[in-house]
């Protein structure tokens, strides 16, 4: 058996129809597959590899820690230095109430995280969240996700958990003073990039102030620069209680992390003491890989440049089967007349060299996503070539 044949066979299958390209190589904005063709990787290993794949500055850090030490400990015992210095450098990039970070392994352990402090730090048990929401695949997480057909057949979930819809007045209505939180995505991804109205978000901040409920914003995907802004927040000055990170913070490598202010973090220490165990939650060389690969996003100005390649993207995609675009920054959903259509597209992308993906709620759009990192020549090319097989 081949090595596709070996992953059908023995890699646990959860999509009926996997991509099943064998990736030999992933450098900056390419993967190169086995028989040696390059794709444009317009999806970023979805919101990942915000920096390209490979930066030499992570894959350094990644040997240098490797020299030094992996696991030593269950987390949270022992000073590791790259969970402290990845810790002050998160933080000195956040406001003062942002000061305390758990890291753990993944995105969907972050919200497990942050549902367990959010209840444990108001006494209260009810959540709001969001239709067409997505959070994680674990059970506490999937309470939340946004859609029943995925919800239903691993029932019964865990009670508490209210739906309602973004940016509507009703979910505002709905938070009162049993409410522990309202967990949202501070721009919702699978549901093909819905953006907050400011005023919704402003009236949302104020009705948690007024009832004491927690905010949370899930900054899993829409972080780390993808959205023109080093988190999505900062489009609508509105601070969260609690943070959810993951993707991108690892640079390429599993690593996830919920963000608090340290009294409301200390409430896991007490009452029961150990209030939140991992054993490879902030591991050494996915902090180690995460911290220089935030530091090469600053340094390498990735931001900037996010806004004016949006818009390249924005004005190159016109075409009659372009229903519409929605887009913050480089997180972009590309909506054409049905998920048929866009799955033929996909595959046509394939063969043309360029690697793509759909959305969980919205299988009509095309997702582009690609590592900041990507060129103005690149843009022209992924644009000319989508466009030409519609
Ligand atoms: N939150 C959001 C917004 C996500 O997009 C994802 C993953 O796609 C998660 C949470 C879960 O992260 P993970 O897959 O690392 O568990």
Not at 118 to 144: E, F, N, V, W
Not at 295 to 305: C, P, R, S, V
Not at 327 to 344: C, D, F, I
């Amino acid at each position: 058996m081949n090595n596709r044949q070996l992953f059908l066979q023995h890699v646990a299958q959860t999509s009926p129809a996997p991509v099943g390209i064998e990736i030999v190589r992933a450098e900056g904005n390419y993967l190169y597959d086995a028989e040696g063709k390059q794709y444009i990787d317009l999806i970023g290993g979805i919101s990942v590899c915000n920096i390209g794949h490979r930066h030499p500055a992570v894959v350094e850090a990644i040997k240098k820690q490797a020299d030094s030490y992996l696991h030593v400990m269950v987390y949270g015992e022992l000073v590791q230095s790259p969970q402290v210095l990845y810790a002050k450098l998160l933080t000195e990039h956040l406001p003062e109430t942002l000061n305390c970070v758990y890291f753990t392994n993944s995105g969907a352990e972050a919200t497990e995280g942050a549902i367990k402090l959010a209840r444990r730090a108001t006494g209260r048990t009810d959540i709001i969240c969001c239709h067409k929401s997505y959070h994680g695949s674990t059970t506490g997480a999937l309470a939340l996700i946004g859609d029943e057909y995925w919800r239903n057949a691993f029932r019964p979930l865990m009670p508490g958990i209210w739906h309602h819809t973004y940016n509507s007045r009703e979910l505002i209505d709905a938070i009162n003073e049993q409410t522990a939180c309202v967990l949202i995505e501070t721009i919702q991804a699978e549901a093909g990039i819905v953006a907050p109205d400011q005023v919704w978000l402003s009236a949302l901040r104020k009705k948690c102030n007024d009832t004491g409920t927690l905010l949370v914003f899930d900054e899993i995907q829409c972080g780390f620069g993808r959205t023109g802004k080093l988190w999505g927040y900062e489009h609508f000055g509105i601070v969260p209680d609690i943070m959810l990170l993951g993707k991108a913070l690892g640079a390429g490598m599993p690593l996830g992390a919920f963000v608090s202010s340290r009294e409301m973090m200390m409430k896991l220490t007490d009452a029961p003491v150990l209030g939140h165990i991992t054993t490879f939650g902030g591991h050494p060389v996915s902090c180690a890989a995460g911290m220089a690969g935030m530091k090469a996003l600053l340094t390498d100005n990735l931001i900037e440049g996010v806004a004016a390649k949006e818009e390249l993207f924005r004005d190159l995609l016109a075409h009659p089967e372009i229903l519409e675009v929605r887009s913050k920054g480089l997180l972009m959903a590309v909506r054409l007349s049905s998920p048929e259509k866009v799955m033929e597209v996909l595959q046509k992308c394939l063969s043309k060299g360029l690697f793509s993906d759909w959305f969980l709620f919205a299988a009509d759009c095309i997702r582009i996503a690609p590592p900041l990192t990507i060129t103005e020549q690149e843009i022209r090319l992924a644009c000319e070539t989508i466009m030409s097989l519609l």
